[in-house]
Each structure stands twice: as structure tokens, then as C-alpha cells.
């Protein structure tokens, strides 16, 4: 059965249909990306995969559960995290609470707890700081735990995101244009990131992504999109010399215009 | 002026080393405790001891020094010369109120970041409670205001305060959960509109709520209200010990004054506590991410709806504790305590203080406090004495006696609000003490998770 899988899935903004029909599927383990020109719904999509936007017509099925329907915190809380396209990071929060955040789901911690500051609490606040002090040194952060996420330069900044989404333990992650602005070297070190996330943790990743390279060089499998719909899917070789994703980047031979 | 820098970081530095810290807070206490005591009329006697706090909050002293003194001069020496001049409780008593109010409302606003302008009715919730149930206005209800005959019993014993002390907690803590239901699902503006309207609610209910049924008095307000007992003993007690360093035999009222503060100095310091350890829990911090950014911190697993919630509760009963306490304190109630401009009063202390530090909004609430109650007060009294003597301002030859008595800086609390919160925006938009986040030491251990 595959971990999470979409079936007819649109969702529409007044007259305009940003997402149509998509029947979607990705497998426990894999590396996925979504590519698609600008405002092909890639974004779109992702939100109402995490709860952000209701889909008017489909289905969609995570690990055996049915997402529509359900806010955003439960599908989170159900294993799906996320970074953003435009980094939405809590700014004036240092590194650690960042990342801290993450765990929100994860921490047993009740009201009365947290008054008393018994030693259950205790304990598991040092063992969630000494887990987020692991995961910063995991994505490649050292020596900020203590600065404010604002003050950070960007591609630190990117690397606190992809911490705080794992502090949530998922099953999938969910990454919206992750290299966007990263210069060559950067984009490099990401792409092993997010290699070693999949091998070491066995997280499942689906990107969204618009640098070829990066797309190419990362993706098992890849599902283009075009004007809210689905128009490929297949190996990166295949999508490579796939007419209609050409035409899509490229726009269509020139015969119809003179027509 | 380069030089007067460097040497004004020199003196600051010396200040702030060795055993200088001890001596300077010690002195600036002693001078206070000296002038206080020699001229207890004297407002700037008053302010020059009250400040002797804020030093020893400033100075680099071990945190024990810092505890004990701060005990020594809150439990001890404030209530003496408290009771010397009645004003000063009152001022230090109603200092505490505010600074209970202030963090409260730096829950929901500061930490949580959801703009609450009708804060004020909370707190008037748990005046009202204890105002209904502690007096004999429950026998009142068939009459209307005025007309009810003298000799009607009281519901409860005084004493039930306390047990009323922790129900308005929860009645508080409830009635912010009803509000925040509808109201939650706005942001930013819509919700201090809608927060700001409920505020009047509740204020135009107990001004109304006299017909059909007699429940809140109207806008005459509720009156007697009974306080807890006091056995002749503790007046006994209070004399006995203290009487010589006071100088003159100290009356129940008074040390019921001295009950009172200490009472609310007692909240407050539950209260930073709570506040505090949410702060620095789970909550606090998904507290924090919602102020920062909703759609991230709901794509964290934040459920959005229960945390707002608990914002709303938790800063609401902290006023419902102190609405009882104001309503015992006092012994009457009435709407007007309950304005609108209250809220703003609040809010003021908090943007002043600080928004979400907590030593920050207890620094506010006394400054808007001791601003208010001693310092506009101060000078409309010092107008009318020169308006009563032959006094002539000197080069444009005004006689004092011609100033118009519109003149009243007492009067002038909602101007002083505008220019603190315009300066503040202007110089200093993070508060006189600024929030700050908490650092932590972080052990870095092996690579690998």
C-alpha cells in the first residue's frame, strides 16, 4: 500500500480550478518530486495534502488514514511535516525553541505538569533539548542554538526549518522549493541532506522543486504538473523526454500561432 | 562628550563590581526607608524608596542577597511606613492589582499575541462574584436600587472569601473560554474589535442588570461587601510589636490595609510563577509560535483553537483573583471601575513594561500606577497651592492665582497614556525591560540522532 495516496483530488478558488483531478501516489521510502511551471497548483496541492486548504471533490489517504476533513495540527500530528516555500520560521524565537516547537506533538507534557515542574517534566524537557541540540548538529547547525531564527543568515535559516520539521519524528516530509536562493554549493549540501534524512531516518521526502539540477540529481520518481493537473509521471530519464512536460516548460511549437 | 561616555560606562562599571552592588542598593534602600520615615507626606520621598526595588532588580548581586532584600523591604518595612501613611498602601496595594492585571493581559497579549481590548471585564467578573455572594445583595434582589430596607442579613460569612478567591479563578478562566469560542477564528484587529465590544458587555450588563431582577445594583453599584475576619489579636499583635517604630496606635482599617497588600503581593508572586513556568513549558512556547505565525505553527501541530483557549483562561484568571480581592478591599463595586479605559490602562502598563517580559509589565504597572496616583496627582495639588498664594511667574508677569482651574493634571490620565504609548513606539518599542529569550546551555554531543 503506498504511505500516502490522492484520489481525484481538486480544489478550486471561485471560477478558477487550481488543482484537478489528481490521482497521486508516493511509497513508503521514496524521494518524490512535483515539478510544473509557475502557478501549475504545486503549492496548492501540497496545502491540501497538509489540512491548510479543503479540497472540494477526492480523497486522500495517509497511512491507512482518510485526511480529508481533519485540521492541520492532527495531520501533523498523524506524521506529515512540512517546510515552506517563503522560510516560516518564529523569528524572534531562538534556534532551539524553533525547533523545540516541533516536537509539539511529541511531548506528554499536561497543564498540571508543567505548574508543579515534577520530574517527569524535567526529564522530558532536557531530553527534547538535548534532541534538538542533536538535530541542529544533523542538518548542519553549529553554535546557534541561542540565536534569535531572524538574525540567522538564509541558508541557516533553511537548515532550521528542515530541523524543526523533523523534530516532529514524521513519516513524511513535505518540502516546498528547498534550495530556492541557495547558491550551487548550498543546493549541493541539501541535496545530501536530504539523501542522508531518507537513508538514515527512512523518511519518506516528496519536494516541490524548480532547479532541474536539483531535480534531477535527488528524485526517484517524478509527477509534473500543468494548470492544475497531472500531465506526467515517471523516471527523471523519462519525464526528461517527455513531449508534453517539454511543451509545458517550453511552450508549444510555434505552428498553432501561425494557424 | 566622548569622554563623559567613557567615563559614565567607567562609573557604571565600577558600580556593578565587587561588593559596590551591596552598597549601592543598601544606600539607595536606607535613603528611602530615612526620608519616607522623617516626611511621610512627601511624594518624592515615596518615589525615592519605591525606586530603591528597581535597583536592587538592576544590580549584579547574588540572587539570595537579591530575595532577602526584597522580603525584608516588601513584608517588612513597606507595610510600617505603609501604615504611617494610609496613601502609600493604598498606592503599593493597588500597585500589586495592576501588576496582577498587567500580567495577565501579557499572557494573551504578549506571549500569545492575540490583541484583547476588553481585558478589564474579566476582572470585573470576579468583583462582581464576590460582590454578589459576599454582601447581602442577593436578599436585594426583589427591590430596586435603593428602596431595599436596611436590616437584610448577609448570604455568606466573610470568610468565604478565600474559597471565593479561588472560585473566581475558575468562573474567570470559564468565562474567557466562552468568549474566546466565537471570537478566536478572527485575527489581529477583528479580534481586538470584538474583544473590545465584549469588555462593554459586561460593563452595560452590571450597569443594567438591576430590573427586572435587582442583581448587580445598577449603576449605585454594590455596597457593603464584607472582608475576611480579623481577630482583635492581630490588631493587638500589630501594636504591640510594631507600635513604637509606627508612633501611633494603628486601627483595624489600617491593618486591614496591611493584610490586603501583603494578600495581593502573595498573588502576584503565584502569579509570576505561573506565568513563568507556562512561559517556559509547551504551552508557552506554542504560545509563542502562534504569535509568530499561525500557519507554521498549525503546520507544527499546534491545535490553534485549544491554545488560544487557554491563553484567554489563563490570563483571565489572574484578574478574577484580583476582581476579589479589589471588591473585599474596597467593600463596594460599581461599573465605573470597569471602563473601558481600564483595559487601555492595562494595556498601557504592559507596552510600557515590556510586551511578553514579565519583570517588564510588573515595572509598568507601577510606573502607570505611581504616574497616575502620585505624580499627576502631585502637581494638580501644587497648582492649587499656588493658585492660592500671590505667587507670579517672574519675566512674563503671570499671577498663578489668574491660571484656570480647567488646569488639573489629575485629569490628564488620558493624555499621559497617549504620550507614554506615542514615546514608547517612538524610543523604546520593546519596553523598559525588554522580553528576552531564554538561553540555554546546550551539551553537543555525538553526531548521529
Known sequence: MALLETIGVTKRFGGLTAVMKMDFKIEQGEILSIIGPNGAGKTTFFNTLTGIYRPEEGKIIF?????????????????????????????????????????HTRLKQNPLQVLLRNKAFMEEEQEAEARAAQLMQ???????????????????????????????????LLLDEPTAGMNPQETAEAIKLFRRIRDEKG??????????????????????????????????????????????????????EKG | MKTLGTFSQEM??????????????????????????TSPRSNIAFLIFISSLLTLYTVKTSAAYKVTAGVLLAVVVMPILGVRNIFYLEILFQICVFAALALGLNIVVGFAGLLDLGYVAFYAV?????????????????????????????????????????LAVIIAAVTGILLGLPVLRLRGDYLAIVTLGFGEVIRVLANNLDKPWNITNGPQGITPIQRPTLPPAVVDLFNNTLGPVIGHPVKASDVYNVLFYLMALLIILVIILVARRLDDSKIGRA???IREDETAAIAMGIPLVRMKLAAFAAGASFAGAMGVMFAASRTFVS?????????????????LGGIGSIPGVILGAAVVVLLNLQVLQGLSLYLSQLRQSDAVIPIINFAWKNLSTQLDPAKYQRLLFGIILILMMIFRPAGLIPAARRQRELAVEESGD
Open chain 1, 63 to 103: 497511512n491507512g488514514h482518510p485526511l480529508i476533513g481533519l485540521r492541520p495540527d492532527q495531520i501533523a500530528a498523524l506524521g506529515i511535516s512540512r517546510t515552506f516555500q517563503n522560510i516560516r520560521l518564529f523569528g524572534n524565537m531562538t534556534v532551539i525553541e524553533n525547533i523545540l516547537v516541533g516536537m
Open chain 1, 138 to 172: 544533523y542538518v548542519g547547525l553549529t553554535n546557534v542554538g541561542n540565536e534569535l531564527a531572524r538574525n540567522l543568515p538564509y541558508g541557516a535559516q533553511r537548515r532550521v526549518e528542515i530541523a524543526r520539521a523533523l523534530a516532529a519524528n514524521p513519516t513524511l
Open chain 1, 203 to 256: 523518511i519518506t521526502i516528496l519536494l516541490i522543486e524548480h532547479d532541474m539540477r536539483v531535480v534531477m540529481s535527488i528524485s526517484e520518481r517524478i509527477t509534473v504538473m500543468d494548470y492544475g493537473e497531472k500531465i506526467a509521471e515517471g523516471l527523471p530519464e523519462q519525464i526528461r523526454s517527455n513531449q508534453r512536460v517539454i511543451e509545458a516548460y517550453l511552450g508549444r511549437e510555434t505552428v498553432s
Open chain 2, 12 to 37: 557604571l562599571r565600577r558600580i556593578q563590581s565587587g561588593y559596590m552592588p551591596y552598597l549601592v542598593s543598601i544606600l539607595h534602600a536606607l535613603v528611602g526607608i530615612y526620608l519616607v520615615y
Open chain 2, 126 to 166: 470576579g468583583a462582581y462574584l464576590w460582590a454578589f455572594f459576599g454582601s447581602q445583595q442577593y436578599y436585594v434582589i426583589p427591590y430596586a436600587p435603593g428602596t431595599q430596607p436596611a436590616d437584610l442579613p448577609f448570604l455568606l460569612p466573610g470568610d468565604m472569601f478565600y474559597l471565593f478567591l479561588m
Open chain 2, 287 to 289: 504560545w509563542t509560535a
Open chain 2, 335 to 351: 461599573p465605573e471601575s470597569f471602563s473601558f479605559m481600564q483595559s487601555i490602562g492595562v494595556l498601557t502598563m504592559v507596552i
